[in-house]
């Protein structure tokens, strides 16, 4: 079989949806592609370079999903779309947040929907600097959370046994730690719920910074 990047990384995609982030090897992808182990390293040298090349492809194909359905003005409108559409492009693939995350684009596919979506802030007021705080904010919060709730749940609606909410509870003493008892339900189920709410918070206080910026400008 004759391979090229491409061809390597939706095989490596595949596997990782099966077998997970640390059981993907080069030599896994080989005996899965049934092609030479040569034949792999020649494109890619390390697994780093292939995860590279997967979050990078990922990122791209999963790009319009970070902007509106529908055109608007509304800053907090593109804001909103840019984390809910990250959120389901990690989620689309088995440890999804754990392959992207620290990894190198190989291209520039995925940072042209980011500058479009920066662009935007920018058009309704706020300066390049509040602008990439505000989105590397809602990246870096997206990233984290989806590592926490693929933990959780490697795959969509299996629940990993390590994250049982009734034996974590009996472990706690309702006495000395009753806020903690009642937080399991909140952090460990319903992920789509509070994610919304976590992104509402970090949107809100970013709604607070705009007001008082148009405020100064009036004044």
């Given amino acids: ?3 090229n990047r491409e061809i390597l990384t939706r095989g490596a995609l595949k596997l990782l949806n099966e077998v997970g982030l640390e059981q993907l090897t080069l030599r896994r992808l080989g005996a899965e592609l049934k092609v030479q182990a ?3 390293y020649w494109h890619f040298k390390t697994k780093e370079e292939l995860i590279d090349e997967m979050a990078t492809l990922v990122l791209a194909e999963g790009a319009r999903q970070l902007v509106p359905a529908k055109e608007s003005s509304d800053w ?3 804001a909103a779309s840019f984390g809910t559409g990250l959120r389901t492009t990690l989620l689309a693939y088995r440890d999804g947040a754990r392959m992207v995350a620290g990894s190198r684009l190989t291209n520039t596919e995925y940072m042209k929907t980011a500058e479009r979506i920066g662009a935007k802030l920018v058009e309704s007021g706020f300066t390049v600097r509040q602008t990439v705080v505000l989105l590397s904010t809602i990246y870096n919060y997206t990233l984290s959370f989806v590592m926490e709730e693929q933990a ?13 909410i009734a034996e974590r509870n ?5 006495r000395e730690l009753p806020l903690l008892r009642q937080a399991g339900a909140i952090l460990f189920d319903k992920f789509d719920r509070r994610y919304k709410e976590g992104l509402a918070l970090i949107l809100r206080g970013a709604k607070l910074h705009d007001s008082a910026h148009g405020q100064q400008q009036q004044s």
Avoid at 153 to 162: C, I, K, Q, T, V
């Fill in 1 to 3: 079989m004759k391979v």
């Fill in 170 to 174: 009996a472990k706690l003493d309702e």
């Fill in 152 to 164: 959780v749940f490697p795959r969509p609606g299996e629940r990993s046994p390590h994250y049982s």
């Fill in 38 to 40: 040569t034949a792999i």
């Fill in 76 to 78: 907090s409108v593109w």
